[in-house]
């Protein structure tokens, strides 16, 4: 499939028309009130446009885990609220606990051209993330068209992504999910090279595939964070109480075997930051020493990568032309195991290269590192962009009209 054959919602006749759109609003919730609104934000262009070009516009979205049932500190309303402020415009919360209930339908029977409906939480139906029929038939009959512009859910075939196509007249990719397309599918498809990944986070079996993939794609692959323990033991170096994951050491060596056939570099911390025990809590202050990658001794453990690490690094960044990252460096969360994932944060912001940052702890510790608005792209995706990186098709755009 070709993600660039799929209809966007520029494709559309929308004038008039009950236009469902599944958003990402599983926005961070602290007491209720939304601590990151960066998911609301990223839909407004596609809600906007819909408004303009007078479409009657029902938004859906999946919020937490509520797991089947209602939950009333996952419902939408607080959504609801932070949108309506964004809009500028007022905007009905339809709260059925059952999404597609007496209060979604008057609301919707009620629209006029522009105006915007909210539905409920659609995890407060166990139906939804089984992609069961009846739930996908009663989104579908509150509306004539379907837009998808969740990139964050679009790795899961459920009723609000892939089921309710089956019971609406066109589907189509909204502007945040064709954005994401077309940044993650340039960078790994027809990279502007040389092609640097930067892989990290804590294990490495989380990252099997990408590893993969990306070995037929990338010019270099550099890994750090937890997961480049598992290959400095594949390497036979003595890796301490770090994280190692001894099931993979055979894999990483094939890797790095696959890796050299192909011409392709793997970089490796070099050094490493260690510390006795892991911080408890995690931002505790630490006593911290650095060793060569090669000297961890056998009770301490790594847990950032070291300062020299960290400029090898830089410096593969400054030749690159495109860089995709996913997963911190280190414990990024405590600030004496953050400076890892800060100096490659620094190098992609100063680069004049095309930057993509994958979802989850990547884009979290680039936007509160402050480096948000030097990146290219930072992908609202964690588990999606990881899939995406892995060369899976993803279901909630494979299921939209093709052009
Ligand atoms: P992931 O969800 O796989 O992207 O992993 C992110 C988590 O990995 C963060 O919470 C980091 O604290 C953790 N992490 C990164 N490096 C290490 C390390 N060397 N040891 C333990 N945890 C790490």
């Known amino acids: 499939m070709s993600y660039l054959s799929k209809k966007t919602v520029e494709d559309l006749n929308v004038a008039g028309k009950r236009v469902l759109v599944r958003c990402d609003f599983n926005v961070p919730l602290k007491n209720g009130v939304i601590t990151d609104e960066n ?48 809009l500028g415009k007022e905007i009905v919360f339809a709260a059925d606990d059952c999404v597609v209930g007496e209060n979604a339908k008057a609301a919707v029977a009620a629209m006029k051209d522009g105006d915007v409906v909210l539905l409920q939480n659609t995890r407060y139906r166990a139906e939804e993330t089984k992609n069961g029929e009846a739930l996908s038939a009663e989104l579908g009959s509150l509306c004539d068209l379907f837009v998808n512009d969740a990139f964050g859910a679009a790795h899961r075939a459920h009723c609000s992504t892939v089921g309710v196509t089956a019971f609406v007249e066109e589907s189509a990719n909204g502007y945040l999910m064709a954005k994401e397309v077309e940044f993650l599918g340039n960078a790994v498809n027809n990279p502007v090279r040389p092609f640097v990944t930067i892989l990290g986070g804590a294990k490495v079996a989380d990252k099997l595939n990408v590893i993969e993939n990306l070995l037929n794609k990338a010019d270099t692959l550099i890994i750090g964070g937890g997961m480049a323990y598992t290959f400095l033991a594949a390497k036979g170096y003595e890796v301490g109480k770090s994280l190692l994951d001894t099931t ?122 402050g480096f948000g608005d030097k990146m290219s792209h930072i992908s609202t995706g964690g588990g999606a962009s990881l899939e995406f990186l892995e060369g899976k098709e993803l279901p909630g755009i494979a299921a939209m009209s093709d052009k």
């Not at 934000?41 to 809600?47: D, Q, S």
């Not at 446009?49 to 885990?65: D, F, M, P, R, T």
């Open 39 to 86: 998911r609301i934000v990223a839909a407004l262009p596609t809600i906007q446009y819909l408004i303009n070009n007078g479409a009657k516009v029902i938004l859906c979205s999946h919020l937490g885990k509520p797991k089947g049932e209602p939950k009333p500190e996952l419902s939408l309303a607080p959504v609801a609220v932070r949108l309506s402020e964004k």
């Open 248 to 369: 993979k050491i055979d894999y990483c060596r094939e890797m790095m075997a696959r890796a050299e056939e192909k011409g392709v570099k793997i970089l490796l911390p070099i050094d490493c930051v260690i510390a006795s025990d892991f911080p408890n809590p995690i931002d505790a202050e630490i006593d911290v020493e650095v060793v060569a990658a090669d000297a961890i001794p056998a009770d301490m453990e790594g847990m950032d990568i070291g300062p020299a690490s960290a400029e090898l690094f830089a410096n593969e960044v400054k030749n690159a032309k495109t860089v995709v990252w996913n997963g911190p460096m280190g414990v990024f969360e405590n600030p004496t195991l953050a400076k890892g994932t800060i100096a490659v944060a620094q190098a992609l912001a100063e680069t004049d290269a095309t930057t993509i940052i994958g979802g989850g702890d990547s884009a979290a510790a680039v936007n509160t590192l």
